[in-house]
């Protein structure tokens, strides 16, 4: 795999700084584009042909993948299967209603246990020494979604993770028509799911057909995508949570937005501008910002509406307990 054309150093560029006192303190590099309503590129800094792993942006392409199967998801349900949560108790109970949908329980669930990233609710089970399950872990919904699929198309529902299990062939083929491509190769991703390898722009164009995807299409994927998109919007606080910065995206300016580990971030208008950024070190910090100043690069977002949504996005750096600098983007 040596030959595959990975994101690097070389051809990334600087796509945000982070300011102390007016000191640059860290410079974040990496590579961003945005596709237009055409899937034509509008804007691009550094290498977006470049392969990356998309990590949990890839959620949304499998929940449209499953939800174009016989399985029924909607509402909060949809967003729950595209959700890296934080296990608060809201979370955990729709992942319950998708198993129990399924008729099975959390020992069906192949993702590692884990304890909840909600502190209230970490705390109270370490007071009732009550030790990690998987469905605290964050790709747990996910992993429920796709149980239920497997119970609604008679698959099997043991090795549900394996590359060759129907329901993980069935989310590599829609996956393959979203991006127009053959993937590469397979990884396992960090809940033990497989995750496919695809350039930036790929990513934003498959992003792109999701979100402008008619409910009325003939095409099952497509009507799956346009239920998917309108769940993501209407319960933003089920795919992330508060103050996350996917969250506050949907939230405020009514975008289709998903956070992937590894400085993966994507960020849609229901119009079809759709914006991909790798950030090279992994760092998630400035992720989300970066998405939404190329969305205004190219058009699709007015520099007042990202304005409007900068006191919301976490980017204040601090010196004694007071706001001392901040996360710009460099471009």
């Known amino acids: 795999m040596t030959d595959l054309h990975t994101a690097s150093a070389s051809r990334s560029v600087e796509l945000a700084v982070v300011t102390r006192n007016g000191f640059i303190e860290s410079r974040h590099i990496g590579s961003v584009v945005v596709v237009g309503p055409d899937g034509e590129v509008t804007f691009a800094l550094g290498d977006p042909d470049a392969l990356i792993l998309p990590r949990s942006a890839m959620k949304p392409f499998i929940a449209t993948a499953l939800m174009s199967t016989e399985v029924t998801l909607g509402g909060a349900l949809a967003a729950i299967a595209t959700s890296s949560h934080s296990g608060s108790e809201k979370h955990v109970l729709l992942v319950r209603q998708l198993l129990e949908a399924a008729g099975l329980t959390e020992a069906a669930l192949e993702c590692p246990r884990d304890m909840p990233a909600d502190?209230?609710?970490?705390?109270?089970?370490?007071?009732?020494?009550?030790?990690?399950?998987?469905?605290?872990?964050?790709?747990?919904?996910?992993?429920?979604?796709?149980?239920?699929?497997?119970?609604?198309?008679?698959?099997?529902?043991?090795?549900?993770?394996?590359?060759?299990?129907?329901?993980?062939q069935r989310i590599r083929e829609v996956i393959e028509r979203l991006i127009g491509t053959k993937v590469a190769f397979t990884a396992v991703d960090g809940c033990g799911a497989p995750v496919y390898p695809m350039?930036?722009?790929?990513?934003?164009?498959?992003?792109r057909q999701i979100v402008t995807a008619s409910a009325d299409s003939p095409f099952a994927m497509f009507r799956a995508g346009a239920e998917l998109s309108d769940a993501m919007v209407a319960y933003p606080d089920v795919v992330g949570a508060a103050g996350e910065p996917d969250t506050v995206?949907?939230?405020?300016?009514?975008?289709v937005a998903k956070t992937g580990y590894e400085g993966i971030f994507i960020a849609a208008t229901r119009s079809g501008y759709s914006a991909a950024v790798k950030v090279l070190d992994g760092n998630l910090r400035a992720a989300g910002l970066i998405a939404a100043t190329a969305l205004v690069r190219a058009g699709a977002l007015t520099q007042?509406?990202?304005?409007?949504?900068?006191?919301?996005?976490?980017?204040d750096i601090r010196g004694g307990g007071e706001v001392v600098g901040s996360i710009q983007t460099a471009f």
Not at 199 to 207: I, P
């Open 199 to 207: 350039s930036l722009t790929q990513l934003a164009r498959g992003m």
């Open 119 to 168: 502190r209230a609710l970490r705390t109270i089970m370490i007071k009732r020494d009550i030790g990690p399950s998987p469905q605290f872990h964050c790709c747990s919904g996910k992993h429920a979604a796709m149980l239920l699929a497997c119970r609604a198309n008679d698959w099997p529902v043991e090795g549900y993770l394996s590359p060759e299990h129907p329901v993980q």
């Open 304 to 315: 007042a509406q990202l304005d409007s949504v900068i006191p919301e996005l976490d980017l």
């Open 249 to 255: 995206l949907m939230q405020r300016l009514g975008l």
